[in-house]
């Protein structure tokens, strides 16, 4: 016989949030949220926590409620909670709303009943909660999705059948009370405790009146026998009927009107103790809600998954890691233990005797294509490597690999590869004669896991990383970014897409030669995934240490291209869902295991966990998402639709509401705030983490908001449920439109005036910096001029230290050579006694000193000239006299040269100027004269006119050459024109001098070559 069902228990009382422990009656609402009628109150329970709405929030008189029923008008499927006085509280939006009873339209003017609050009600379901000492003139039986369908009993024991309020049959029954009667489906049915039920109204053509008859849900399966003590426990609104008998808790449906179908939901609990009161099931999620009279709420989850172990009293024993198929319904593992379920769910276990004892290395196993159990190591090494017969009980073959094997792995081709520790990676052929054991590669170390890709391509899992081997080429490459993960599992879901799970690291997927990091769960359990297994509807299931995850793969390949990590939807199993413990195992080769009938093995701390994955149920957060309330400043803030408006408040905290009677940990919650003048980009969302799902909102300042919460209702790219709430908060009266317009106007006409002001003052400034700047140009014109006049005078300033040199060097030193010259002879010739040459060269030397000291003076007195900055003294004095007074120094040149020296100047002639500045230009002109001329003569001569006087200095040499003359006679001031051939200066400094002095007497000076050089100097009458 099949056993029953197993389910885990969650259990809630007034010590975990229910107002009291008496519960009346259970139903769960269109939004997914499950409603408890209790006597201190609605309670509404959304899988976390419960809020009751009590006679304060309702504006009751009393908290009691009795049961739950629809709407008779069929207004949009409204659910309404039944409180006492008939008092209507109606159910929607996960809120409950006090409303008017739709008993007192139609119905009352149909059957007009008394004035007493119970003259008509809903049937209140079994068992009966009056004890049958109250008896009501009319109890209305809905049937589904009713307006004006229902069944309605009177006193007598009539019942009457309505179809859009018009009646189509009675059945006349005689049952005094109504006490007993309940609805499956649309037919009612009588229950008289002793052991009959019967169909007593059908809306179809079935006769009534007979029992019914059980029909076991299948052939094996159990049904209730009236004819022993049952208890019958049914609910008016969704029409479910059960049946406890023999600590079974029956199921009841129709076949046919008449022929019920019983399915044990439960099995093995003692309701008595508990005090059953009412009994609701979620057929969809296979989820029971049991409600007790003294002991609160029992939640009872199907267990979907079957933790199989040996019988034994270690639990050691019991924990396993590696595993391989033995037949289409069991496993064997390295410690010859065999485990299964059958077709029908059955589970078995057996130990098979070990021909050499315990096997050690319980981490690997390949049972081969030709039937043969390969395990390695015994005793404490794993260096053997073992072959068994398909039944193990046959030792076939040994071999001693001289290091440790960590894991086993047979290929499509049969051939068995050896992972090793220290040793890289081997194999053998089974084909091969005598099965030797070959050496692929030493170069990996720490092998965890191998699975062979294509014919030429084997993947090899290891501590330190991921490598892949080419066995046509012979060549390993490390997959980049893998190294430091500790590789437990490898999984190939389609070709070229290589999957993989960590030890601490999570699952990758490789993708263009890297790995792909998949973001971990909220508690990051995954971290430790220790294998992948991939079903037929192309959902992977990852075991971990704390429970079993299930994913969709193509969300997981949608997250390699998007990587959005709240876009992925995790479904995690516990051991709620019939592990024995959450802790699976990993690290083993294979790790999980798939049978022919259909099971998945996984291995565990606990047990082997079968399941199928294709019919596993899965119950996903797809409910909707509701605002339960806000709270602001001073209390509550009413919330219009999806907006709200706050007058001076800055704090928010929202509770937020979605229901989920699953794993809590699998439903999700994110938020993300974003004013509408300032939309992002892209938008970040915060997990919500409180238990009770509130958000706080601090300091929020004038604008509109709009608070989106998110959250992922299942698998698949659209599987998410978003609500949005906009916040106003009014801007105060400085700070509205009206008011910035009058601001920015005025601030535009102030600062008209202000601009046209300063103007105004700014035209004044320009006018008066305008005279400014002219008198500043003008003042710096003049300084400019005064600069280039002293750049000029510097500049004259530098030709006449040039010229001094030249002249020192030309002028002064040749004399003075002369004279160290003649002086170095003297002493010579007084020894020899030529005093005759010695005075000759008396003379000389005298001569020579004379014409140095005149040079000397005549510099002097140019250099005192240029240093009195032109200040000139000027006196009257005869010019013969001064020419005779030059001629005098020259006498001894004249001689030299063979000329002859002429003064032809009147005697009477009398000049006002500088007389020694006259005396350096006559000095110069007759010393230059001299020079270059030779048996010739100087002249100087005088000519006076009406307004001017001249005197000119003639020679009989051979005249200046022209660029000296241009340059004498020309204004610009030029350099003195050096010779052709760069050789000395053959004018000395005598013509600069000239021409420097003449300036400063304000005479001019000519020069001209006709037979000789004729200078002119013109002095004008002042």
Not at 552 to 561: E, I, N, P, Q
Not at 828 to 836: H, N, P
């Amino acid at each position: 016989m099949a056993k029953a069902m197993k389910h885990s228990v969650r259990h809630y009382t007034s010590d975990n949030g229910l107002p009291q422990n008496s519960v009346r009656a259970i139903m769960q609402d269109h939004d997914g949220f499950v409603w408890l009628a209790t006597d201190m109150g609605l309670v509404r329970f959304d899988g976390q926590s419960f809020v009751t709405f009590d006679k304060d929030k309702l504006g009751l008189k009393s908290s009691s409620f009795l049961s739950f029923n629809t709407d008779i008008e069929s207004r949009g499927e409204r659910l309404y909670a039944v409180g006492e006085n008939q008092t209507h509280i109606r159910i929607a939006g996960g809120k409950a709303i006090p409303d008017k009873s739709p008993l007192e339209k139609r119905i009352h003017k149909i059957f007009k009943p008394g004035a007493g609050p119970y003259d008509l009600m809903y049937m209140l379901g079994l068992p009966d909660r009056w004890n049958k000492d109250f008896v009501p003139t009319y109890n209305l039986f809905l049937l589904p999705k009713p307006d004006g369908d229902f069944y309605i009993w009177s006193k007598g024991g009539k019942i009457d059948l309505y179809a859009g309020w018009k009646k189509q049959k009675s059945y006349e029954t005689r049952l005094l009370s109504p006490i007993g009667l309940f609805r499956i489906g649309t037919n009612l049915y009588y229950d008289d405790e002793a052991g009959s039920i019967r169909l007593v109204a059908t809306s179809g053509p079935t006769a009534t009146g007979a029992n019914v008859t059980f029909v076991p849900a299948h052939m094996r399966a159990e049904k209730p026998d009236l004819a022993r003590p049952y208890k019958l426990y049914a609910d008016d609104l969704s029409g479910n009927a059960f049946i406890y008998q023999d600590r079974k808790l029956y199921s009841l449906s129709e076949r046919i009107p008449g022929h019920l179908t019983a399915t044990v939901l439960l099995d093995d609990v003692d309701f008595g103790r508990n005090g059953l009161t009412s009994v609701f099931h979620d057929s969809r999620h296979q989820r029971l809600y049991l409600g007790t009279i003294t002991n609160g709420l029992f939640i009872y989850d199907l267990k979907v998954f079957d933790a199989v172990g040996i019988d034994t009293d270690d639990p050691g024993l019991n924990v396993y890691y590696a595993q391989a198929v033995l037949s289409d319904s069991s496993v064997i593992t390295p410690h010859f233990y065999v485990l299964g379920k059958g077709q029908d769910g059955q589970r078995f276990s057996r130990v098979i005797p070990h021909p050499l004892g315990k096997a050690i290395n319980g981490y690997t196993i390949v049972k081969s294509r030709s039937g043969d159990i390969w395990i390695a190591g015994y005793g404490w090494s794993y260096q053997q490597l073992y072959r068994y017969d398909n039944a193990g009980k046959q030792l076939k073959q040994v071999w001693n690999l001289g290091s440790d094997i960590s894991f086993l792995y047979e290929d499509e081709t049969g051939r068995i590869w050896l992972g090793m520790e220290t040793d890289g990676v081997k194999y053998i052929d089974p084909g091969e004669n005598g099965m030797p054991v070959h050496t692929l590669t030493k170069k990996i170390k720490h092998v965890s896991y191998m699975l062979k890709d294509g014919k030429n391509m084997l993947w090899v899992g290891t501590h330190p990383g991921l490598y892949m081997v080419n066995l046509a080429r012979k060549t390993i490459s490390a997959i980049p970014h893998t190294n430091g993960h500790y590789i437990k599992s490898l999984l190939l879901a389609r070709p070229g897409e290589l999957w993989y799970t960590t030890d601490d690291d999570g699952f990758f997927l490789v993708q263009n030669g890297k790995p792909v990091r998949f973001p971990l769960d909220k508690d990051h359990f995954l971290s430790n995934a220790h294998c992948i297994v991939h079903d037929r509807r192309d959902f992977f299931w990852i075991p971990t240490n704390q429970g079993l995850f299930r994913m969709l793969r193509s969300d997981l390949l949608d997250f390699a291209s998007h990587s959005d990590s709240t876009r992925l939807y995790y479904h995690r199993y516990s051991k709620q869902s019939g592990f024995q413990i959450n802790e699976f195992n990993g690290g083993c080769q294979p790790c999980a295991v798939r049978l022919q009938n259909g099971y998945v093995s996984l291995p565990s701390m606990g047990g082997l966990v079968f399941f199928k994955p294709e019919q596993v149920l899965v119950d996903t957060p797809r409910s909707k998402i509701f605002i339960d309330r806000i709270e602001g400043n001073n209390g509550d803030i009413p919330v219009d639709g999806s907006k709200i408006q706050l007058t001076g408040v800055t704090d928010l905290r929202v509770f937020v509401s979605s229901p989920y009677l699953a794993d809590r940990q699998n439903q999700q919650l994110y938020y993300t705030i974003s004013a509408e003048d300032r939309t992002a980009s892209s938008q970040t969302w915060f997990p919500i983490e409180q238990e009770q799902h509130s958000i706080l909102l601090n300091n929020l300042t004038s604008g509109t908001y709009a608070l989106k919460i998110r959250k992922n209702t299942g698998f698949g790219q659209n599987s998410v449920q978003v609500k949005t709430l906009t916040i106003i908060v009014p801007y105060p009266w400085y700070d509205t439109w009206p008011f910035k317009l009058l601001v920015i106007t005025l601030v535009l006409i102030g600062i008209y005036f202000y601009f046209k002001n300063r103007l105004k003052k700014a035209d004044q400034l320009n006018r008066i910096l305008e005279s400014r700047v002219s008198e500043k140009t003008r003042s710096l014109q003049d300084t400019l001029s005064v600069l280039k006049g002293s750049e000029q005078e510097l500049l004259r300033q530098t030709r006449l230290q040039m010229h001094l040199i030249a002249s020192i060097s030309h002028d002064i030193r040749s004399p003075l050579r002369s004279i160290e010259f003649a002086s170095g002879k003297v002493s010579g010739l007084v020894q020899k006694g030529d005093l005759a040459l010695v005075e000759t060269i008396g003379s000389s030397v005298n001569e020579s000193s004379r014409r140095v000291l005149m040079l000397l003076e005549n510099m002097l007195s140019y250099v005192k000239s240029q240093m009195s900055g032109g200040s000139v003294a000027y006196d009257t004095f005869a010019v013969r006299s001064l020419v005779d007074e030059i001629a005098v120094i020259f006498n001894a040149s004249f001689k030299v040269q063979g000329n002859k020296f002429v003064n032809n100047v009147p005697e009477t002639l009398m000049l006002r100027t500088n007389r020694q500045l006259l005396k350096i230009i006559l000095h110069n002109l007759i010393d230059n004269a001299n020079k270059y001329t030779s048996d010739g003569s100087v002249t100087v001569s005088a000519m006076k006119e009406s307004e001017v006087m001249r005197l000119f200095v003639t020679d009989t040499g051979p005249g200046l050459p022209e660029t000296v003359q241009n340059w004498f006679n020309g204004n610009e001031e030029i350099h003195y024109p050096e010779p052709a051939d760069s050789g000395p200066d053959i004018h000395g400094i005598g013509l600069v001098i000239v021409k420097e002095l003449a300036g400063m007497l304000n005479v001019r000076i000519t020069a001209a070559s006709a037979s000789g050089t004729v200078f002119s100097i013109e002095f004008w009458k002042e």
